[in-house]
């Protein structure tokens, strides 16, 4: 497993990450304004460009699996966005490992925080059992 920070050349990479992750939830929410898997390349691009904002990519063999995005809100607070697994590894624990190893990068982070929907107990679960 090998973690990559990336920049806005890799942004069709992370589309295609969110779009499939996120997809089932905006099937089954219709939240179509909210919903990560409708970002555009532009948006994407514009979430790279964020200032104090960094995104990688999670590979398993060379192979792009995961996406994350982290921001600082504050001194000490960062937050996770866009936490994204592809459907077909999804269950295996690389989420987890995933948000581990980003802690660890930012060891310096005092509080994170990070935006789920409630209604996703498996979600809400992953992130419960990290705190």
């Known amino acids: 497993m090998k973690i990559i920070k990336i920049d806005e050349a890799y942004a069709t990479d992370a589309k295609r990450i969110i779009r499939a992750a996120y997809l089932p939830l905006l099937e089954k929410y219709h939240d179509?304004?909210?919903?990560?898997?409708?970002?555009?390349?532009?948006?994407?691009?514009?979430?790279?460009?964020?200032e104090n904002s960094d995104?990688?990519?999670?590979?398993?063999d060379d192979e792009k699996i995961g996406?994350?995005?982290v921001g600082q809100r504050g001194k000490g607070e960062?937050?996770?966005?866009?936490?994204?697994?592809?459907?077909?590894?999804?269950?295996?624990?690389?989420?987890?490992f995933f948000i581990?190893?980003?802690?660890?990068?930012?060891?310096?982070?005092?509080k994170w925080s990070l935006v789920t929907i409630m209604e996703e107990k498996k979600d809400c679960y992953l992130y419960e059992k990290l705190v």
């Open 32 to 50: 179509e304004k909210e919903n990560p898997a409708n970002k555009t390349v532009d948006d994407v691009i514009y979430d790279l460009k964020r």
């Open 55 to 60: 995104a990688y990519l999670l590979l398993k």
């Open 67 to 69: 996406y994350v995005r």
């Open 78 to 96: 960062y937050s996770i966005a866009d936490l994204a697994i592809r459907p077909e590894y999804q269950g295996n624990g690389y989420a987890q």
């Open 100 to 110: 581990k190893e980003i802690e660890k990068m930012y060891s310096m982070a005092e």
